[in-house]
């Protein structure tokens, strides 16, 4: 079964996409390049509908980083099969990169696999897959430089999107619950931005397009959607709190290792 590989990018990123044809052909995939959504795409009257609609004021690349993600996952809740998403700023490690995602595609029971090291995780029961580990995934704090999506879980995260509308990427991704999502450990893949964490160089082409914007909204919120951003801030604060109670003796906070060896 062919897995799509999906990399979203910019077409103007050409040093980030010949890094990463050059990384595919080295782990035996053709990418399927998935447009990111510009910011010059992003009208003011979209970008002011859902600027404020998370827990704090968006940055117009972060509402259009959401929209590019949003677009690959009616594609493949659109689909049968599931497939992997990587933004263009991902280190893949491991020695047999493509034959891991096979076996997790084959096997896995799941809705998602987040693929990605990056700081701490709270990670629970155990899922062997071949010679595989993935560990359920309770909270993350990891991007969404890198994961595998089925159809299932691409139609559980558009659900959210109708009720709870634009958020960053990765926290809309790690606070969505509900289905059944899990961490390959080791992980298989990092942000270039954090490879100096794992002992790699930093990367020429590792700068966040986001992080260059210092700005958010140029209008300001009422101070009805101030308050509506605070209480949801509070609401997801709760809910953290009340993972770690609830299951304090279940799962464990941890850092996840990254199987750097590729790029050493």
Same mark, same amino acid.
């Given at each position: 079964?062919?897995?799509?590989?999906?990399?979203?990018?910019?077409?103007?990123?050409? @040093?980030?996409?010949?890094?990463?044809?050059?990384?595919?052909?080295?782990?035996?995939?053709?990418?399927?390049?998935?447009?990111?959504?510009? %910011?010059?795409?992003?009208?003011?009257?979209?970008? *002011?509908? @859902?600027?404020?609609?998370?827990?704090?004021?968006?940055?117009?690349?972060?509402?259009?980083?959401?929209?590019?993600? &949003?677009?690959?996952?009616?594609?493949? !809740?659109?689909?049968?099969?599931?497939?992997?998403?990587?933004?263009?700023?991902?280190?893949?490690?491991?020695?047999?990169?493509?034959?891991?995602?096979?076996?997790?595609?084959?096997?896995?029971? !799941?809705?998602?696999?987040?693929?990605?090291?990056?700081?701490?995780?709270?990670?629970?029961?155990?899922?062997?897959?071949? $010679? *595989?580990?993935?560990?359920?995934?309770? &909270?993350?704090?990891?991007?969404?430089?890198?994961? /595998?999506?089925?159809?299932?879980?691409?139609? $559980?995260?558009?659900?959210?999107?109708?009720? @709870?509308?634009?958020?960053?990427?990765?926290?809309?991704?790690?606070?969505? #619950?509900?289905?059944?999502?899990?961490?390959?450990?080791?992980?298989?893949?990092?942000?270039?931005? %954090?490879?100096?964490?794992?002992?790699?160089? &930093? $990367?020429?082409?590792?700068?966040?397009?986001?992080?260059?914007?210092?700005?958010?909204?140029?209008?300001?919120?009422?101070? #009805?959607?101030?308050? *509506?951003?605070?209480?949801?801030?509070?609401?997801?604060?709760?809910?953290?709190?009340?993972?770690?109670?609830?299951? /304090?003796?279940?799962?464990?906070?941890?850092?996840?290792?990254? *199987?750097? $060896?590729? @790029?050493?």
């Amino acid at each position: 079964m062919t897995v799509p590989v999906y990399i979203i990018s910019l077409a103007s990123a050409e @040093h980030r996409r010949a890094f990463q044809e050059a990384q595919a052909q080295r782990l035996g995939f053709e990418p399927v390049w998935f447009a990111a959504v510009g %910011v010059n795409e992003i009208s003011d009257a979209f970008f *002011l509908q @859902h600027a404020f609609q998370w827990e704090r004021a968006l940055k117009k690349t972060e509402v259009a980083c959401f929209m590019s993600h &949003l677009n690959i996952w009616r594609t493949i !809740a659109a689909g049968d099969s599931p497939a992997v998403v990587l933004e263009d700023d991902v280190l893949l490690g491991g020695s047999d990169w493509l034959n891991d995602i096979g076996l997790l595609v084959r096997q896995a029971q !799941a809705d998602c696999i987040c693929l990605e090291a990056w700081g701490k995780k709270l990670l629970g029961e155990v899922q062997s897959v071949a $010679h *595989l580990k993935l560990q359920r995934l309770y &909270l993350n704090s990891a991007g969404a430089a890198a994961y /595998l999506l089925w159809p299932r879980g691409a139609l $559980h995260l558009l659900s959210r999107y109708e009720s @709870h509308g634009v958020a960053l990427a990765d926290a809309f991704i790690n606070q969505t #619950t509900g289905w059944r999502v899990w961490q390959l450990v080791p992980a298989n893949a990092i942000q270039m931005s %954090v490879g100096p964490s794992y002992g790699l160089p &930093l $990367h020429p082409c590792g700068e966040s397009t986001i992080a260059r914007e210092i700005h958010a909204s140029a209008t300001p919120p009422t101070p #009805t959607l101030i308050f *509506l951003m605070k209480w949801r801030r509070l609401k997801g604060e709760l809910k953290k709190a009340h993972i770690r109670i609830r299951a /304090l003796l279940m799962i464990k906070r941890k850092y996840v290792p990254y *199987l750097n $060896h590729l @790029h050493r």
